[in-house]
């Protein structure tokens, strides 16, 4: 329910620091009421067949069909805000978008996409800003992919 308050704090906004305040500020409130660390337990093949049914076996953020061998059970409530090992608590992802949603409150998984979509049209439609922020992206992007790579030779090995 507090999506709604959200959007209005976002809609009242007026600088930049403001906008960087309001971020700052969500994170804060999210680690102060992270709980203590509970031990994970796994879901049982028949649990992980039921999360996956839950969207006809497609993720539930991007969509993509996804199988029994290739889905990660998402956390509806996280683990460190308090959420239960039950399957209404988990829905279906695929490993891109649940590394991505992480343990961001649905609060900061809005400004992230509305800051994602902004980014899109300016990469899209300005010559100069939307071509710097464009080459910071794809850099950076880079770096992630080489300490992957890196990651898995030192498995390999």
């Given at each position: 329910m507090s999506a709604?308050?959200?959007?209005?704090?976002?809609?009242?906004?007026?600088?930049?620091?403001?906008?960087?305040?309001?971020i700052t500020n969500l994170k804060k409130s999210r680690r102060?009421?992270?709980l203590g660390s509970k031990k994970r337990?796994?879901?049982?093949?028949?649990q992980r067949e039921l999360v996956l049914e839950k969207t006809n076996r497609r993720c539930h953020i991007c969509g993509i069909e996804l199988d029994i061998n290739n889905f990660q059970a998402d956390h509806v409530m996280s683990h460190s805000a308090g959420g239960m090992h039950?399957?209404?608590?988990?829905l279906?992802?695929?490993s891109t978008c649940n590394n991505y949603r992480w343990h961001y409150s649905s609060e900061e998984i809005q400004i992230?996409?509305?800051?994602?979509?902004?980014?899109?049209?300016?990469?899209?439609n300005d010559p100069v800003f939307g071509v710097e922020?464009?080459?910071?992206?794809?850099k950076y992007e880079m770096s992630v992919r080489k300490r992957k790579r890196a990651r898995q030779n030192k498995k390999t090995e």
């Open positions: 709604p308050i959200e959007l209005n704090l976002l809609r009242s906004i007026k600088t930049g620091k403001g906008l960087i305040k309001l102060e009421n992270k337990l796994a879901l049982s093949k028949k039950l399957e209404n608590n988990y279906p992802s695929c992230i996409l509305k800051l994602g979509v902004w980014a899109k049209t300016k990469i899209t922020m464009a080459n910071e992206f794809v």
